[in-house]
């Protein structure tokens, strides 16, 4: 079974810092990491895919990058739209999909 | 664009079974290309994946809960359903669907966009 571990678990940040977001694999995924973002009281939304492909309409500061074990999720200037929750995700042929215990970004 | 909308009971009593509809505009479902999940959120926690559907019927359920889950797709109204049979206060979430986009061959999948969710509470 593959477990997704996030690190920190709460980041406190201010406007305009630059966010490092840590997500790693109990054993190989190769790319196959998808990262998400979830604001209070909605549901989560696609950030990344296959560790470093931006979702449509996502916005330059997010970058995905990573593969087999370590991935990590920066973005590069927080926006006050930024505070939220991260996830990252992981598909595997005989469990499915798992998430990450995720990983809180709040306002310093 | 794709929207998802769930609906279903907001109260459902322990032992019974929960049933669940998600109605998918913007794309049909019979045109494949896609799974299309269930996916749970307790109160304050993170996400469990629950299971996903092809538009032949095709599907997938996490392990975890396969015996007591059972899906099912109408392409003629564009929506796909959940039961969860006996369920139990653990049960209490916030219930999401969402496309699937899965490579079935390879270890890939992600879930883009998701329905709103609707909290179901499971009482005694």
């Known amino acids: 079974e593959i477990v997704l571990t996030q690190s920190p678990a709460t980041l406190s940040l201010s406007p305009g810092e630059r966010a490092t977001l840590s997500c790693r694999a109990s054993?190989?995924?190769?790319?196959?990491l998808a990262w998400y973002q979830q604001k209070v009281g909605q549901a989560p939304r696609l950030l990344i895919y296959?560790?470093?492909n931006r979702a449509t309409g996502i916005p330059a500061r997010f970058r995905g990058s990573g593969s087999g074990t370590d991935f990590t999720l920066t973005i590069s200037s927080l926006e006050p739209d930024d505070f939220a929750v991260y996830y990252c995700?992981?598909?595997?042929?005989?469990?499915?999909?798992?998430f990450g215990p995720g990983t809180k970004v709040d306002i310093k | 664009q794709v929207q998802l909308q769930e609906s279903g009971p907001g109260l459902v009593k322990a032992s019974q079974t929960l049933s669940l509809t998600c109605r998918v505009s913007?794309?049909?479902?019979?045109?494949?290309?896609?799974?299309w999940s269930w996916i749970r959120q307790h109160p304050g926690k993170g996400l469990e994946w629950i299971g996903c559907i092809y538009y032949s019927g095709s599907t997938y359920y996490n392990p975890s809960l396969k015996s007591r889950v059972s899906m099912s797709v109408d392409t003629s109204k564009n929506q796909f359903s959940l039961k969860l049979t006996s369920v139990t206060a653990a049960d209490t979430a916030v219930y999401y669907c969402?496309?699937?986009?899965?490579?079935?061959?390879?270890?890939?999948?992600?879930?883009?966009?998701w329905g709103q969710g609707t909290l179901v509470t499971v009482s005694s």
């Open positions: 969402a496309r699937t986009f899965v490579m079935v061959a390879i270890g890939d999948g992600w879930f883009d966009p």
């Open positions: 913007g794309v049909s479902i019979g045109s494949g290309g896609h799974y």
């Open positions: 054993q190989s995924v190769s790319t196959y």
């Open positions: 995700q992981q598909r595997s042929n005989w469990q499915g999909f798992t």
């Open positions: 296959d560790a470093s």
